[in-house]
């Protein structure tokens, strides 16, 4: 019988991880199955339960169940402790194991583009759980200055106080949206704002020489005046697709390569 995988939200119909993991699959020659699974939004510990009990191996986590996952594990990486969110379960042992393979799905992405993050310096805008998730495996890659900027400017800089240690490496400081100015080699946006359509201004103030969207599939103001500025930009597609290629390596020990799947 083959693997059985997983990937869990509310909704998920919108989910690509299992293209995704099928392709990879494919090009590996791993028999698996991967299915997505609808949990009710109180409902997410006996789905994922029954999953495992089933004899399932692996098992991604979406919105909105991240958070909910990095609780139950019994055992957690360095990065998902860091980002206090699990997207990727297996059992090992009887033990739930789990990862957050988001922030090195950023990295992968940015590499394949051939955009050099050693040493580089990043304006990341929003607070949230995505720029909480990505700030550790970009300082592992080498990015020296972070500065986060946020609409809300307490949360910006409650992130920067709750991270700050973890990241000694790097400089990272905290800015309002409203603020925006200052040289960068990368500008990422890690708001919500290009999923609920709203606009995001970047001021002739504000410099930078590459510019990535982790939305993909939507239209972004974002993008539109990165392409303006005649600067190289990119969606996140590149970035779902190198978070499943890393969940895909935790399971199955094989890493497909990034650049095959864009
Ligand atoms: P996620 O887990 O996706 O990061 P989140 O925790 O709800 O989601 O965070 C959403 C982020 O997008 C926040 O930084 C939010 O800013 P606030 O903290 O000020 O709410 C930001 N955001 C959402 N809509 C925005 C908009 N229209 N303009 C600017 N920032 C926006």
């Not at 090195?104 to 992405?109: C, I």
């Not at 940015?110 to 550790?136: C, E, F, H, K, P």
Request: aromatic share 10%; net charge negative.
């Amino acid at each position: 019988m083959s693997k059985q995988f997983a990937v869990i939200g509310n909704p998920i119909e919108q989910s690509r991880s299992p293209e995704l993991h099928h392709k990879f699959a494919e090009k590996t020659g791993i028999c698996l199955e991967y299915q997505k699974r609808l949990a009710p939004l109180d409902g997410f510990m006996p789905s994922m339960q029954s999953f495992f009990a089933g004899g399932g191996v692996g098992m991604n986590v979406t919105v909105p169940f991240k958070e909910q996952a990095f609780a139950a594990c019994e055992h957690l990486s360095e990065r998902a402790k860091i980002a206090k969110a699990v997207n990727t379960l297996w059992m090992q042992n009887g033990v739930l194991h789990g990862d957050n393979t988001d922030g090195q799905g950023l990295v992968a992405a940015i590499q394949a583009l051939d955009w050099d993050l050693n040493n580089s310096s990043i304006l990341i805008l929003g607070a949230g759980g995505a720029t909480r998730g990505v700030i550790y495996p970009l300082v592992h890659a080498g990015v020296k200055k972070i500065v986060i900027a946020n609409r809300t400017l307490l949360r910006a800089e409650q992130l920067v106080a709750d991270l700050k240690d973890y990241v000694a490496e790097a400089k990272i400081t905290a800015m309002s949206l409203k603020e925006l100015a200052g040289d960068f080699d990368f500008i990422i946006n890690a708001t919500s704002a290009s999923l609920s359509g709203d606009a995001l201004v970047l001021p002739e103030t504000l410099q930078f020489k590459y510019a990535y969207e982790m939305a993909y599939g939507k239209a972004s103001s974002f993008l539109e005046q990165a392409q303006a500025r005649g600067v190289p930009h990119s969606d996140g597609f590149g970035m779902l697709v190198g978070q499943a290629i890393e969940s895909f390596y935790i399971w199955n020990g094989v890493r497909p390569d990034l650049k095959d799947f864009l």
